[in-house]
């Protein structure tokens, strides 16, 4: 009869998880389904190169590895929760049939790994809370939330300890070298007759049971949702290049709106993100906005927009996200939203501490800003008539981004923050006419002159004049040229970027490269329209360079600008550019220098830090070339600083931020420039000219004696010396 009661009693309960689980599960879905559709190319997603990187990520824990620490931490609970699925299937086989168990061959050694996984959990639980509440790591949320998870777990590994243990006492076993733990615990609790040791096993094999099901049911209620979402998300990554944003159909007479002006603008694989985020704030903590206190934290931004979907989702299925919905009676109306700190700045940083930079003022921000606002403050307000811009997201915010992809480059789960910052700017630019004043006006510059200060197009051309006598052939001068040299804005108009182009140029004739200019024909990439999200200006330069590309027959364009780099090669495809080799400058000059059409046969006595471009390395995996070539220059002394390649902080002038003005926090240029001169460098180096502008800014505001150089200007001092270059 007790044995009867025992499954009746495990069928109901278990069953009514599971049902409260799905509906959790399924009532986020029906949010995610208010989004708009998106494709997804399915002989892509079956490729040999997508697998290894979805077995990579998921079961290899790749990017979680980047803080060993944590991901080892990370990967001993991850496999131990896996082993242990096997071991709690065997403890309620024991609680069902009073004694019985799994029959595996082995079983000796199968309770072995089971003891020994639960005391590794245990460990890295310990570890994890050391990590959160000993460290007091910025980026760790604390609180009862993240707490309750580590108390689940831990109450899961005592009591599964605790049942085996009693189960010894009860069938009166012999410790045993196969049962370590639970031997000891048993010789601890000898004194208990083998009746109250069944009915403590029984007591605690319940409480496991129950623990477990509270577990399942919060999962997809809370940040551990992406134990199911994040496998999927990263399935359903991008395929194509980083550095390509989804376009718009400006001709789609259909559409109401551009960009994400409201929650349901976001694509359903944008709103996966939403549910995949694990809430570990490492992409915070690489932020170069958050990293010196601007408003914006990317981790914020994905919590943010799910807490709202989760607002309008509720309202628009009339489907409760919380289960059971009986005990979150007062959740169901509540509504997220910025606390009345919308236009408030986060406090200024200090730039003569000790620390070069620091998240704590964006999360004291954030944590004041956003919360869960009391119905009485709100009235009658609906969550899907709050603003997604101004209610949920700052404008300030949305325009800290220098879209370097640090975040994404550090998320576990794959998530995509960059998109989502250019949508909800190409609502704010296309709908609403609404960007700082600063960028306002290089857009109208780039529409009227083709380049951002509005100098006149007639100019371009000039940054030839001091080659001294030395000739820059045109696409006229030269029509049977191999390579086109895109000079671009910075390189053409800005008096420091000049130097670099001429460099460049002497290079290239010195090497015998068959090269040419558009000269006053060129026109402005489109990258910063692009980014600032001015996608019609965009995609109008989009089309006019391509069709003067066509026009001189071009096959190959070589430039100094990663951000043109990254525009042609990894955009322009999608709207024509076909057959052409895009190449940066510092991959021409390695291959020049390894053929011997470049001999570096000066020496250049410099302590050397390089930095990485983030639309040079994060954006297309550049990194060796620059290094490659420093290494190679006589005398040189190459300098790691602590964030390089993957890992570099951004410069600041990313996203279109090279023209607007910082206004508040410490400056993102001087934060980088403190990484660079903690090595001690006599010059730091860059492939980038829009780095090397902020760089060099950067080095006069702490007034020291250090060069900044282009790799190009640093290859001609090797080849022709310090006196002629």
Known sequence: MWQMLQWIMFLLVTGYAIYLFY???????????????????????????????????????????????????????????????????????????????????????????????????LIAIGYAAYRRYGEQLPRLKKGWKPSLVLILISSIMLTVLLSLSLERIWFQLDPSLYAPVSSLISLALQSLSTSAAEVLFYLFWWLHLLILLIFLVYIPQSKHFHLITAPINIWLRRTEPPGRLTSIDLEDEEAESFGAGAITDFTRKQMLDFYACVECGRCTNVCPASNTGKPLSPMHLITKLRDHLTD???????????????AFASSQTATHQLRGLKNSAVAWMDSSLPHITDIRPTLDWQSAAWGVQDQSDLGDARAAELE????VMTEEEIWSCTTCRNCEDQCPVGNEHVDKI???????????????????RALQNIERQGNPWGISRNERFNWTADLEGLSVPTVHDNPQFEYLFFVGSM???????????????????????????????????????????????????????????QQYGVRKIVTADPHAFNTFKNEYPEFGLEDVEVIHHTQLLERLIKEGKLTLSHEVRERMTYHDSCYLGRYNGIYDAPREILRRVPGMELMEMKRSRENAMCCGAGGGLMWMEETGGKRINLARTEQALEVSPTMIGSGCPYCLTML?????????DVRTKDIAEIVELSVFGEALA
């Not at 309008?312 to 009986?326: A, D, F, L, M, R």
């Open 23 to 121: 509906k959790a599960v399924y009532h986020r879905y029906l949010y995610m389904s208010l989004g708009r559709p998106v494709e997804f190319r399915a002989r892509s997603r079956l490729s040999w190169n997508n697998w290894g990187e979805f077995l990579s990520q998921v079961f290899g824990q790749r990017k979680l590895l980047k803080d060993w620490r944590s991901g080892v931490m990370h990967i001993v609970i991850f496999y131990g929760f896996i082993i242990l699925q096997f071991g709690a299937i065997d403890l309620i086989v024991k609680g069902l049939t009073r004694g019985g168990h799994l029959l595996l061959p082995g079983y000796h050694l199968f309770g072995l790994s089971q003891e020994v996984t639960v005391l590794l959990i």
């Open 312 to 326: 309008v989702g509720t309202e628009q299925t009339g489907k409760s996200p919380w289960q059971p919905s009986y």
């Open 388 to 391: 997604l811009i101004g209610d």
């Open 422 to 440: 250019i949508d909800l700017r190409r609502h704010l630019v296309l709908m609403q006419g609404s960007i700082p004043q600063e960028g306002r």
């Open 491 to 549: 390189g053409s108009y800005d008096l420091r970027s000049r130097k670099i182009s001429r460099s460049f140029a002497r290079l290239m004739l010195e090497a015998g490269i068959n090269f040419a200019v558009l000269g006053n024909e060129e026109k402005n990439s489109g990258d910063t329209p692009r980014r600032m999200g001015n996608e019609f200006l965009f995609q109008q330069l989009c089309q006019e360079n391509i069709t003067l590309f």
């Open 696 to 704: 060099e800014d950067g080095v006069k505001m702490k007034e020291l």
